[in-house]
């Protein structure tokens, strides 16, 4: 198993030949600045006889240069009420992948410093490693010579500290988003549970981040009896069964913040005995980037090692199988907090794992250090509906609220372009889950896709806090914990495609690197 990044150098030599072309993201050729001035002079002429420059991504011979090449890759006007720093890492994508059909090996990334946008040349980084990344599936099958797309990816900066920190932060947060990208885009079978517990032991073996793996199946009835029901048909497959993966993190120093996770992990999802019907059931293999997300947030950890920081994460991996052992809707299942779930429908399976790991988070939570409690899912329909698909949406409870944390992770997405939006949990989500009969305390779902019901996203939260008791922990309690739910269905990236890493950068910027 490769795990490690694209290999990448600094430089501030343009005529460096240990790179085979150079590829210029910025505004315009009018826009590069003077250190860069040997790239202006072939781009002017190259206007002059294709006023088209900037619409499209050019190869342009420039001898001297090095591999005698310039990739131009405008971002487009950037100054627009609309635009945001997303537009260097899009103009960085296509940048690469055009020097990739140049024949490219060693490209070097020339992205100039922006005085509206002070960390694009690390989202233009960021967008080409994205574009280089190399499926698990691919890496591992030997198709390929080589485990990386390219030999080295060459980035530009005029000054030392500068080019070293660019690398530094591009290498770590990399390194975060291809454990995501290999967990949460790998197939059902190469990232199924167990095989997810093997990958996540082999990632942090000799690392600051502790792994435990709980399989036993009465330990996960007694513990995590919601994950278990979903996990009930599954389990008849060994290589199905469920795992729950727990890691921790302790930075050095006295801790400050403690942040727990908890990610849904369903490696597929068929709906149960709710089927996906109708063709709908294709893709539902990335039902498990929010688990990803957790794991690549905590090598992000591993890479920087954050003093007076202490997190604390949980992987629901299960699969959602259908079958003679499925559970189904009408069931009754007591969860860990003591409150009887009616089951509505069995394709409401990610709050149903999550349930008891963040009611166990919230009992842990009460001796912890300033501790923040988040589950991350790629929960509902509805999201990518209510805010189209390349948002993640971050919805707080009353104590969440009231420190303004969703307003906060909002702020701290638009710095490296990994945006969010903010909703609203409302006394109508909490009303949608009361029990309806005297039979159960909470329902679980009502029997219509999330995209169909109205506050289709809201109310998985509610429900969230209700089930796991977290609701007795309220801005009216003698011990209120700040939760807050991420919504990642639109934003963890397209199928078929390459999943984006969402929303671990954001995490990542929120509590690691605040000075950017």
């Not at 024949?103 to 070097?108: A, D, I, K, S, T």
């Not at 691919?138 to 530009?156: A, F, I, M, Q």
């Not at 660019?166 to 291809?178: D, H, I, T």
């Not at 929960?379 to 009353?398: C, E, F, K, V, W």
Request: aromatic letters at 6%; a negative charge; hydrophobic letters at 40%.
């Amino acid at each position: 198993m490769c795990t490690s990044v694209q290999p990448i150098q600094w430089t501030s030599d343009l005529r460096n030949q240990n790179f085979d072309g150079i590829v210029l993201v910025t505004q315009s050729h009018e826009s590069v600045p003077s250190e860069l001035e040997s790239l202006k002079a072939p781009l002017q002429d190259y206007s002059a006889v294709d006023s088209g420059l900037g619409e499209e991504v050019v190869v342009i011979k420039v001898p001297g240069l090095p591999g005698n090449r310039l990739v131009f890759a405008s971002t487009g006007p950037v100054n627009r009420d609309y635009d945001d720093i997303r537009r260097f890492s899009d103009a960085a994508v296509n940048g690469i992948q055009r020097a990739l059909k140049a024949g490219m090996q060693r490209p070097l990334l020339v992205c100039p410093p922006h005085a509206d946008y002070k960390n694009n040349t690390l989202v233009a980084a960021l967008g080409a490693l994205h574009a280089l990344y190399m499926p698990l599936e691919v890496r591992e099958s030997n198709v390929k010579k080589n485990d990386h797309k390219v030999c080295v990816l060459g980035l530009w900066a005029a000054e030392e500290a500068r080019g070293t920190k660019l690398v530094e932060l591009a290498n770590a947060l990399e390194n975060g988003r291809l454990a995501y990208r290999d967990i949460g885009g790998s197939d059902p079978e190469r990232m199924a549970a167990p095989r997810v517990a093997d990958y996540v032991q082999e990632l942090f073996k000799d690392s600051p981040v502790k792994v435990e793996v709980v399989s036993d199946l009465k330990t996960l009835e007694k513990e995590y009896p919601c994950l278990a029901a979903v996990n009930r048909c599954a389990n008849s497959v060994p290589r199905h069964q469920a795992r729950v993966i727990k890691l921790q993190y302790c930075g050095e120093g006295p801790i400050k913040k403690t942040l727990m996770l908890v990610g849904k992990g369903i490696t597929y999802d068929t709906g149960g005995a709710d089927i996906k019907a109708g063709g709908v059931m294709a893709g539902m293999h990335r039902d498990k980037c929010g688990a990803a997300a957790v794991a690549g947030f905590f090598q992000i950890v591993a890479q920087l090692k954050p003093q007076h920081l202490k997190v604390v994460g949980v992987m629901a991996m299960v699969r959602n199988s259908v079958g003679a052992d499925c559970y189904v809707a009408d069931e009754l299942v007591v969860s860990r907090a003591g409150r009887r779930v009616r089951v509505g429908n069995t394709d409401a399976e990610g709050r149903m794992v999550m349930v008891d790991l963040l009611c166990e988070m919230k009992e842990k939570a009460v001796n912890e250090v300033s501790p923040q409690l988040f589950t991350i899912a790629t929960l509902t329909g509805h999201a990518i509906r209510a805010m189209g698909p390349n948002y993640s949406i971050i919805m707080d409870n009353g104590p969440a609220h009231h420190s303004g944390n969703a307003a906060q992770w909002q702020k701290a997405g638009e710095v490296l372009g990994d945006l969010f939006e903010v909703s609203t949990i409302r006394r109508e989500d909490y009303e949608f889950h009361k029990g309806q009969s005297e039979y159960e305390d909470i329902l679980q779902c009502n029997n219509l896709p999330s995209s169909a019901t109205p506050r289709g996203h809201q109310t998985p939260a509610a429900f969230l806090i209700m089930a796991s008791g977290l609701d007795k922990h309220g801005v009216d309690s003698e011990a209120p914990l700040p939760y807050s739910h991420i919504d990642i269905a639109g934003s963890s990236g397209p199928f078929p495609g390459v999943p984006t890493g969402a929303p671990i950068i954001t995490m990542a910027t929120n509590y690691i690197l605040s000075d950017l």
